[in-house]
């Protein structure tokens, strides 16, 4: 008995650790705005699942998270500490929480098409950028 009671509690905490070692994970979206469901739909078929906030006040969450103005687009992810602006591939969600850079942040700015959740058939390029708290930018990766 006492070794089923010791067995039960050992799988329990096992299959709770993942969950418990999962990163924070807000996503901060316009309640109509649809591309931005359907990036949080990318992010979770890649392990990334996302609480979402319906919010009107959008420009003082990025405010408040420090995105630089230039780089604001539709929606605001917060990850593990870090802010991801945009349509942010999940592949480069997943190496700066890996990798945890001194960064601020990820974003693509505006809607470019073919980015995650902007998927149409039709792809441009577009930057990537990182950003820090002082509003330095560079280009993380191109895509």
């Known amino acids: 008995m006492l070794i089923r009671s010791l067995f039960r509690a050992g799988t329990l905490l096992a299959l709770s ?5 999962a990163p924070v ?10 591309c931005c469901s359907k990036w949080a739909e990318h992010m ?6 996302l609480h979402s906030e319906n ?3 959008m420009a003082a969450i990025k405010d408040k ?10 929606h605001t992810a917060s990850i593990g500490g870090y802010v991801f602006e945009g ?7 997943q190496k700066v929480l890996r990798e ?3 960064i601020r942040g990820l974003a693509v700015a505006g809607m ?11 792809k441009q390029p577009y930057q990537v950028m990182a950003f820090d708290a002082k509003g330095k930018q560079w280009v993380y990766a191109t895509r």
């Open 55 to 57: 919010r009107s006040d």
């Open 87 to 93: 349509h942010v591939p999940a592949d480069l969600v």
């Open 65 to 74: 998270l420090q995105v630089p103005d230039k780089l604001r687009s539709c």
């Open 25 to 34: 994970a807000t996503l901060f979206k316009d309640p109509n705005c649809g």
């Open 44 to 49: 979770a078929s890649q392990q990334l699942p």
């Open 17 to 21: 650790l993942p969950v418990l070692a």
């Open 100 to 102: 945890k850079p001194a």
């Open 112 to 122: 470019p098409q073919g980015s995650p959740g902007m998927e149409t058939g039709v």
